[in-house]
């Protein structure tokens, strides 16, 4: 009996970790993605965003520009498959709502754009967490905690920004 307590306990630590892992790619992807597809509609902006990241986020390594080239081009090619995932997103998000402010509340309708979010989401999620481990490939032990560093840095950026006492 005990035995099985462990590993329950085990089982559930391991879950615990696996989705907050999960979550957070997740949230990585839609974050970035989202930035991302902000400056989509005009393509050579979009390469130059994600140029500009990628450049951002190795300063102060010593990653070679094929490095720097390569990772640009996995990151491209991701946010370029993602968007239909996106746009599917943005469709069901307005679906949601329109079925929350529906005359009558059409519960299996909710529950099927609810499971096909998750499934949207969790296809976004897995094609950025690739291209990550992709990108991760490229560089070397030192050169892709400062990317992630610095990439994750970039994401909580921004209007929200607490200012420090200086």
């Known amino acids: 009996m005990e035995n099985s307590k462990v590993s329950l306990i085990e089982t ?20 970035a993605g989202g930035l991302a597809y ?7 902006k979009f390469q130059q965003h994600i140029q500009k990241r990628v450049d951002k986020a190795l300063t102060g390594t010593d990653v070679t520009d094929a490095q720097k080239t390569k990772v640009a081009d996995i990151l491209k090619t991701a946010f370029t498959d993602m968007k239909p995932l ?19 509340i059409d519960r299996a309708r909710i529950e099927k754009i609810r499971t096909d979010q998750v499934q ?6 897995k094609r950025f967490t690739q291209a990550l481990t992709d990108a991760g490939d490229v560089l070397n032990a030192q050169q ?15 209007h929200h920004e607490e200012k420090k006492p200086g």
């Open 38 to 44: 902000a400056k989509a509609s005009d393509p050579v």
């Open 86 to 104: 996106f746009e599917k997103s943005m469709q069901n998000r307005k679906a949601m709502r329109a079925a929350m402010e529906a005359p009558t």
């Open 144 to 158: 892709r905690q400062a990317f992630f560093k610095n990439w994750s840095n970039h994401e909580h950026r921004g």
């Open 12 to 31: 559930r630590g391991f879950g615990m970790r696996s989705m907050l892992a999960a979550l957070l790619a997740g949230s990585i992807a839609m974050t």
């Open 120 to 125: 949207v989401q969790d296809a976004r999620s």
